[in-house]
T-cell receptor
């Protein structure tokens, strides 16, 4: 079946601009996660959704970052007033129910470059 | 805080030889441990996980990992490496605290190079 998809695969923007990154999880998965992966590092947790609600947004670095999942499926990560330090690969993952033993399935990521 | 460490940035092994990619963890409580593999320009792919039970866990593509509680380790192993195993490998631990169980902590990754 279809896996997690993310669009765009690459995004180049200028400092100060607004960007939106989209994630389509595996159909039926209620749990959705966003991570940021900087060069040479492992993924870093940003936010977790269970259904439509953001159950844990403690990983968002500051108030320029925001994510929504209005219908409990597709999610959008929004970054305002982008900075060069925001350049990274943004990963989305989904899992069936979000319970402790669940496995996360990752999308290919969106590579964001802020010039 | 929960964390994992991958002490080797890179592991080199000849095709056909056994491979080990090391991971140690620091967790308050019972650990839930995972291994993922990342190929260039692709997302992380799940290999295997340890939740409870047998300390030797078998996963995809012939990989296995051994949970060692006394050494707080979860090393990834394969008896005979293939060139196609060359990729970036990440160890991860899930926060066992109920309030934070959605949080995964990843190591910095180990690049595996398998040479023909």
């Amino acid at each position: 079946g279809a896996g997690v998809s993310q669009t765009p695969s690459n995004k180049v923007t200028e400092k100060g601009k607004y960007v939106e990154l989209r994630c389509d999880p595996i159909s039926g998965h209620t749990a959705l996660y966003w991570y940021r992966q900087s060069l040479g590092q492992g993924p870093e947790f940003l936010i977790y959704f269970q259904g439509t609600g953001a159950a844990d947004d403690s990983g968002l670095p500051n108030d320029r970052f925001f994510a929504v999942r209005p219908e409990g499926s597709v999610s959008t990560l929004k970054i305002q007033r982008t900075e060069r330090g925001d350049s990274a690969v943004y990963l989305c993952a989904s899992s069936g129910t979000g319970t402790t033993t669940d496995t996360q399935y990752f999308g290919p990521g969106t590579r964001l470059t802020v010039l | 805080a929960q964390s994992v460490a991958q002490p080797e940035d890179q592991v080199n092994v000849a095709e056909g030889n056994p491979l080990t990619v090391k991971c140690t963890y620091s967790v308050s409580g019972n650990p839930y441990l995972f291994w993922y593999v990342q190929y260039p320009n692709r997302g992380l792919q799940f290999l295997l996980k340890y939740i409870t039970g047998d300390n030797l866990v078998k996963g995809s593509y012939g990989f296995e990992a051994e949970f060692n509680k006394s050494q707080t380790s979860f090393h990834l192993k394969k008896p005979s490496a293939l060139v196609s195993d060359s990729a970036l490998y990440f160890c991860a631990v899930r926060d066992p605290l109920r309030a934070n169980f959605n949080k995964f902590y990843f190591g910095s990754g180990t690049k595996l190079n398998v040479k023909p």
